[in-house]
Structures are given as C-alpha cells and as structure tokens.
C-alpha cells in the first residue's frame, strides 16, 4: 500500500480526535470558558452542523482542484480552525472555530475516499478505503482518551493545539506521499448527474437507515451497560476501549472482506449485527456476553463502512464521485442523529434500555433488504453505462514515495 494512504490515516486519526475529545474535556472548557457544562455541549452541535454544510459546499468547490490540492487545502482550514479553538478567549468564538474546524470533515473523508481508491489496483478499493478510516477507529481506541487525560492535567487548549498539529503532519506527508496526479479536477455538472442514479439514493439510504441500528445503541451504552450489564461505572470506559478496538479490527476486516465478496458482503453483516442485538437484547443483563457482543456488535457494523463508501463511488459511475462520496458522509451524521433519535424514543415509552437493541435490530434488517435491493439494481444497470477508473500506474507512485 503507498504511503499516501498513510497521510490520509493521519489525517482521518485528527479529525476524529477533534471530533469527540470535546465529549471528555467538558468540564475543562466549562470552567476555563467560565460557562456551563451543558452550554459547552453546545460545541457538539455546532461540529456537527459544520459537517452538514461544509461536506456538500467545500466538495463541490474542491472540484476544480486535484484531490492532492483539495485535501491539502481542507487540512489548512482544519489547522486554522483548532489553532484558533485553542486560542479562543470567549464562548462564541470557540463555538465558530470548531464551525470551522468541521467545514473540513465531510469533504475530507469523501475526496479521500476517491484518492485511496486511485492509488490501488481496483481490487484492493475497499481495502484503501478502510486503512485512512481506521485512523478515525484509532482515534476513539487512543486520540479520545490521551486528550481527555491531557486535559486534565495539562488545559484543554494544549490539546487542541496538539491536533492542530496532527493536522500539520497531514499536511507535510499529502505533499511529501501524495502523487499530483491522483484524479485530475472534476466537472460539477458530472458529479451532480450522479445524484439521478437510483443506485447512488439506494446506497445513500442504506447508509441513513442501516447505520443508524449502530448509533441507536451506542448512543445509549453506558446506562445500557451499568444499568442492564451491571457493570460498575468505572469499568466502562475499560469496555469503550474495548469497543473501539472492535472497530478498528472491523475495519481492516472490512476492507479485505469487501474486495473479495463486494456489495454483497454488506447486506450479510447487515443481517448479522441484527442477529446479534437480537442475541444482547436477551443477553444484556449477562456481564460477560453483554461486553462480548457489544464489542461484536462495534466489530461487525465498522466492517461495512468501507464497503459502502466504496459502493456508493461505484454507483455514481463517474470519473470522480468526490460529491456523493461527501453525502454519504452525510448520511452517516443522519443516521447517527435518527438513531439517537429513535433510541430516545423508545426509552421514553418506557421500555426499557433493551428497546434500543429491537430498534436497532429493525433498522438492521431493514438496512439488509436495501443492499440486496441495491444489489439487484446494480446487476441490471448495463455494462457500458460503468466509467472505469484506472489506478495510478505505480511508477509514479514508487517515485512519489522515493520523493
């Protein structure tokens, strides 16, 4: 694998760190900000909403540009936005910095997705997709919990700092590893004709539903775990740890198993992670089979991720497919907030924290019956109607890494 994949990892490791650190150094800010803890949390809506605008907008801007131009450019604005949510003196300033700071999301997964697949042959697509997001995986398993501890004992503004730094070295190994020539600039008006393929909305809408059965339980595994599992409080972030490296197995699995059996292994694992938050809704209150299936769980549901991205690539059957690779990144903050969505839903019935789980179950399958739908779709679409994409041819790329 060339090394330019290494930088996307990097980089994909920052913006996930910078993503959910916030989560653990909420009472750091709060006291350094002198705000509440519950109007800090306010920064968790604001990146997310960064995200929604600036994955369509800077896409679709970045598309006169080479992807090496493009990421390179995303990851300034990624430095500029920590460094100056590191330097903030006031709330609302923090707020619009870490606005900025998310412009820079969506866009980078979704372009970065299109340049790994062009430095591999094709058949190792979903396998270079998965090495950049398990840099996001590593994130959650280290990132997260190094800038929680740092935070602590250190300010919360060291940390930000120091990812905006992580963003630099980015910076440095895109222009150091990343071939100039891997994808050429885009045309808007080809990339938005994507969007009037059925199998790019089938894809799409997999990924909002499908996906959601993960946050509509992860969104509530702590009470899951401490009042169901009866694990005590601080055992679970022992469990997270675990959880998350399932995930970062999951996507490296993923990637391998989704070059060998393609879209298809999407709506197997689909149906598996229903069969397994059927298996911990009746679980749950077993300690050991609760942590055991909820890190199969985490494993199972990021081994698809790098399927999909790649899938919905595929759909869109253009050159580029840098515009639907951002709104699938879209649709995975969709999913993450229907799933909450849904999970709170339930628990307020009064149903219980097993109630997530069924709802999750459902989404699962009704995740499932998508890609086989996708699937079918995608066999009868005609053969001519496919635009290949042929890899940088690897001279090129041995002398980028050489460079």
Request: glycine content about 12%.
């Given at each position: 694998?060339?090394r330019?994949?290494?930088?996307?990892?990097?980089?994909?490791?920052?913006?996930?760190?910078?993503?959910?650190v916030?989560?653990?150094?909420?009472?750091?800010?709060?006291e350094?900000?002198?705000?509440?803890?519950?109007?800090?949390?306010?920064?968790i809506?604001?990146y997310?909403?960064?995200?929604?605008?600036?994955?369509?907008?800077?896409?679709a801007?970045?598309?006169?540009?080479?992807?090496?131009q493009?990421?390179?450019?995303?990851?300034v604005?990624?430095?500029v936005?920590?460094a100056?949510?590191?330097?903030?003196?006031?709330?609302?300033l923090?707020?619009?910095?870490r606005?900025?700071?998310?412009l820079a999301h969506?866009?980078?997964?979704g372009?970065?997705a299109?340049?790994a697949r062009?430095l591999v042959?094709?058949?190792?697509?979903?396998?270079a997709?998965?090495?950049?997001i398990t840099?996001?995986?590593?994130?959650n398993?280290?990132?997260?919990?190094?800038?929680?501890f740092?935070?602590q004992?250190l300010?919360?503004r060291?940390v930000l700092g120091?990812?905006?730094l992580i963003?630099?070295?980015?910076?440095?190994?895109?222009?150091?590893?990343?071939?100039?020539?891997?994808g050429?600039?885009?045309?808007?008006?080809?990339?938005?004709h994507a969007f009037?393929?059925?199998?790019?909305?089938l894809?799409?809408a997999?990924?909002?539903?499908g996906?959601?059965?993960?946050?509509a339980v992860?969104?509530?595994?702590?009470?899951?775990?401490?009042?169901?599992g009866?694990?005590p409080?601080?055992w679970?972030?022992?469990?997270?740890?675990?959880?998350g490296?399932?995930?970062?197995?999951?996507?490296?699995?993923?990637?391998?198993?989704?070059?060998r059996?393609?879209?298809?292994?999407?709506a197997?694992?689909?149906v598996a992670?229903?069969g397994?938050?059927?298996?911990?809704?009746?679980?749950?209150?077993t300690?050991?089979?609760?942590?055991?299936?909820?890190?199969?769980?985490?494993?199972?549901?990021?081994?698809?991720?790098?399927?999909?991205?790649?899938?919905?690539?595929?759909?869109?059957?253009v050159?580029?497919?840098?515009?639907?690779?951002?709104?699938?990144q879209?649709?995975?903050n969709?999913?993450n907030a229907?799933?909450?969505?849904?999970g709170?839903?339930?628990?307020?019935?009064?149903?219980?924290y097993t109630?997530?789980m069924?709802v999750?179950?459902?989404?699962?399958l009704?995740?499932a019956?998508?890609a086989?739908l996708?699937?079918?779709v995608?066999?009868r679409?005609?053969a001519a109607?496919?635009?290949?994409?042929?890899?940088v041819?690897?001279?090129r790329?041995q002398a980028?890494?050489?460079?």
């Open positions: 694998m060339p330019a994949l290494l930088a996307l990892a990097i980089g994909a490791f920052g913006i996930g760190t910078t993503e959910f916030v989560m653990g150094m909420l009472p750091e800010i709060a350094g900000l002198g705000v509440s803890v519950s109007a800090v949390g306010i920064l809506s604001a997310a909403i960064g995200v929604v605008l600036g994955a369509p907008t800077l896409t801007i970045g598309l006169r540009f080479t992807p090496r493009t990421l390179v450019a995303l990851m604005v990624f430095v936005g920590n100056l949510s590191a330097l903030a003196p006031s709330y609302g923090l707020v619009a910095a606005v900025l700071t998310a969506g866009s980078f997964f372009v970065g299109v340049a062009r042959p094709p058949d190792r697509a979903t396998r997709i998965s090495l950049m840099g996001l995986t590593l994130a398993v280290i990132g997260v919990p190094l800038g929680t740092v935070a004992h300010g919360w060291v120091a990812i905006a963003g630099v070295a980015t910076i440095a190994g895109l222009l150091a590893w990343m071939p100039g020539d891997a050429e600039p885009g045309d808007l008006r080809s990339e938005l009037r393929r059925g199998q790019v909305w894809v799409l997999l990924t909002m539903i996906f959601a059965a993960l946050f992860y969104s509530y595994v702590s009470p899951i775990l401490t009042e169901l009866g694990i409080t601080e679970v972030t022992p469990v997270l740890a675990l959880f490296a399932g995930t970062t197995v999951g996507t490296l699995a993923g990637g391998r198993l989704g070059d059996y393609g879209f298809s292994f999407v197997v694992g689909l992670m229903a397994v938050l059927v298996a911990f809704a009746f679980l749950a209150r300690t050991v089979a609760a942590v055991a299936l909820l890190v199969l769980f985490g494993t199972l549901s990021f081994a698809l991720g790098p399927v999909v991205q790649n899938a919905v690539i595929d759909a869109a059957r050159p580029g497919g840098s515009l639907v690779s951002a709104a699938n879209g649709a995975f969709i999913a229907v799933g909450a969505a849904l709170a839903l339930v628990i307020s019935q009064g149903l219980g109630a997530p069924w999750g179950a459902v989404l699962a009704v995740g019956a998508l086989v996708a699937r079918a995608d066999r679409a005609p109607d496919v635009v290949r994409v042929e890899p041819p690897s001279g790329l980028a890494d050489a460079a």
